[in-house]
């Protein structure tokens, strides 16, 4: 069935019936209308051994991280996040100074987005399991979905892509690279940004679509898709991968920044427009790379317009093979 398949049937199982909510399962963040704004709820689970080691990452990084991609579903929503709980499950071995220094990562960047740390739950665990719930609102009464795509809409993303999967790479391998692409490359995986900012943006500049490339970029558009029943026709050429992966990788650069994923910029799609509102109004690259078509499905395409062969979309944790 694949991870995609089991949340569709979880999905179907527990269906809706709040006449409050706007969006349920299969989003970035389900949503609701409260009394005087939509309400936004997401949450996600950082593991050992799937998501980090305690070689690669330190105690402050895994903290850190665990939240930045909850916040990242809040950023694809294009609101703001207000509130998390958060609940740790550790070996009964775990240093009190570990766990000190991990919640130190979560707090350090909860100060940055003013986001309020207000619960959660210890329990013992044969591993390190963080699962955090964020709270947040959209001052707008708007908010970015991945159902809203219409044929004839360019595709386009923040940031350049890329990096994080290589740093990931650098650190499992130990593999070298001169001092500045090093750190580069490492802190892009282990210190990811939440757009935050760029979300808001979105929504103020007329986007509808967005989500947050979590899984890899072909992965997470082709959600998009799936959502809003069309197809995608990507240009590779175009894709904005960092440049110092294109140095370090070289003839992978382009497979890493497709479908690498761990990127958390937004990929988003609206009318060439309001792209270019955003590009103008935007503090961050934006780059269109594509268009929405009618039909099924993401295509790649080289700069001749012969399709573009990827062994794989991206990430996906029951990978079906």
């Not at 992965?219 to 992966?245: F, M, N, T, W, Y």
């Not at 609206?270 to 935007?282: N, P, R």
């Not at 961050?284 to 700069?303: F, Q």
Request: with cysteine; proline share 5%; net charge negative.
């Amino acid at each position: 069935m694949g991870e995609f398949g089991l949340i569709d049937l979880l999905a179907k199982m527990a269906g809706g019936g709040d006449e409050r909510l706007l969006i349920g399962i299969g989003d970035d963040a389900a949503a609701w209308r409260g009394d005087d704004s939509i309400q936004l709820a997401s949450v996600d689970s950082f593991i050992e051994g799937v998501h980090f080691t305690p070689e690669t990452t330190p105690w402050p990084d895994v903290g850190g991280k665990a939240l930045a991609v909850n916040l990242s579903d809040i950023a694809a929503m294009g609101g703001i996040p207000r509130y998390a709980l958060v609940a740790l499950s550790l070996p009964d071995d775990t240093e009190v100074e570990d766990v000190a220094a991990l919640y130190n990562g979560m707090l350090n960047l909860a100060k940055q987005y003013g986001l309020t740390i207000v619960g959660g739950d210890i329990s013992r665990a044969p591993m390190v399991a963080i699962s955090i719930t964020i709270l947040g609102s959209s001052p707008a009464q708007k908010i970015l979905t991945r159902s809203s795509a219409r044929p004839g809409e360019t595709v386009a993303v923040t940031g350049k892509l890329g990096a994080a999967a290589a740093g990931m790479e650098l650190l499992k391998s130990q593999r070298r690279l001169d001092p500045e692409a090093d750190t580069r490359l490492k802190n892009a995986f282990l210190h990811p940004t939440p757009r935050i900012a760029e979300g808001l943006l979105l929504v103020e500049q007329g986007v509808k679509t967005a989500i947050d490339i979590s899984d890899g970029l072909v992965a997470d558009l082709s959600q998009i898709v799936k959502a809003s029943q069309v197809g995608a026709h990507i240009e590779v050429e175009r894709v904005p991968v960092e440049p110092a992966v294109k140095t370090a990788f070289s003839e992978r650069a382009l497979e890493l920044a497709l479908s690498g994923g761990e990127d958390y910029e937004l990929l988003f799609t609206a009318s060439a427009e309001v792209i270019d509102k955003v590009k103008k109004a935007a503090s961050c690259p934006i780059t269109p790379i594509g268009e929405i078509v009618a039909g099924k499905g993401v295509s790649l395409v080289d700069k001749a317009g012969n399709p573009f062969k990827l062994k794989k979309a991206g990430w996906e944790h029951f990978d079906q093979r």
